[in-house]
């Protein structure tokens, strides 16, 4: 099984602040790693599918880059509406499995 | 738009078998690529799969709970469904139920999540 490994486990920022989160997988994964987005008590929602594929309806604020095992998640100027836990997930090989997750709160 | 709603008893009693369904909207259950999948998610914790079926019927589980999930697709009330036998008290969780795109493997529609407790 892929572990993932995400830090930091929790981040607190002031808006319009950038902010990176960083995922870091047990094995090389190529570019099958995913990104979601968790607000309280909702279901994740896809933001970057392949490393750093855009999705479409996602602000552009958010990117992702990486590949073989480390990978980053962007969010440039922070806002309010940002603030979830953020989770990656590989699908490069089974079980799929997901990253601890990073909770970002607004100061 | 694709839409899935889980539903199912939200009180499970141990050593019972918890049985969710997961219904599908906005498209048919069989057409695509794509494989149709469980996750759950314990009070305050991280995202863990289940397992997922593609409308061939195939189906794979993860490892950790292999032994006890049956996964199955009804295609003619564009549902499919989770079964998970002898649940304990760890098996408390926020299921969803969510569509896998079978190319790129990422998870495009959630369902909404139903809470399932585990307790006599």
């Known amino acids: 099984e892929i572990v993932l490994t995400q830090s930091p486990d929790f981040q607190s920022v002031t808006p319009k602040e950038k902010v990176t989160i960083t995922c870091r997988a047990s094995?090389?994964?190529?570019?099958?790693l995913h990104w979601y987005q968790q607000k309280p008590d909702q279901s994740p929602k896809l933001l970057i599918k392949?490393?750093?594929q855009s999705i479409s309806g996602v602000p552009s604020r958010f990117s992702g880059s990486g590949s073989g095992t480390d990978f980053t998640l962007t969010i440039n100027s922070l806002e309010a509406e940002d603030a979830a836990t953020y989770y990656c997930?590989?699908?490069?090989?089974?079980?799929?499995?997901f990253g601890q997750g990073t909770k970002v709160e607004i100061k | 738009q694709v839409q899935l709603q889980e539903s199912g008893p939200g009180l499970v009693k141990p050593s019972q078998t918890l049985s969710l369904t997961c219904t599908v909207s906005?498209?048919?259950?069989?057409?695509?690529?794509?494989?149709w999948s469980w996750i759950r998610q314990p009070a305050g914790k991280g995202l863990e799969w289940i397992g997922r079926?593609?409308?061939?019927?195939?189906?794979n589980y993860n490892p950790s709970l292999k032994s006890r999930v049956t996964i199955s697709v009804d295609t003619s009330k564009n549902q499919f469904s989770l079964k998970l036998s002898s649940v304990t008290a760890a098996d408390t969780a926020v299921y969803y139920c969510?569509?896998?795109?079978?190319?790129?493997?990422?998870?495009?529609?959630w369902g909404q999540g139903t809470l399932v407790t585990v307790s006599s």
């Open positions: 969510a569509r896998e795109d079978g190319w790129f493997g990422l998870f495009d529609y």
């Open positions: 906005g498209g048919s259950i069989s057409s695509g690529s794509y494989y």
């Open positions: 079926i593609y409308t061939s019927g195939s189906t």
């Open positions: 094995q090389s994964i190529g570019s099958s």
């Open positions: 392949y490393a750093s």
């Open positions: 997930h590989q699908s490069s090989s089974l079980p799929q499995t």
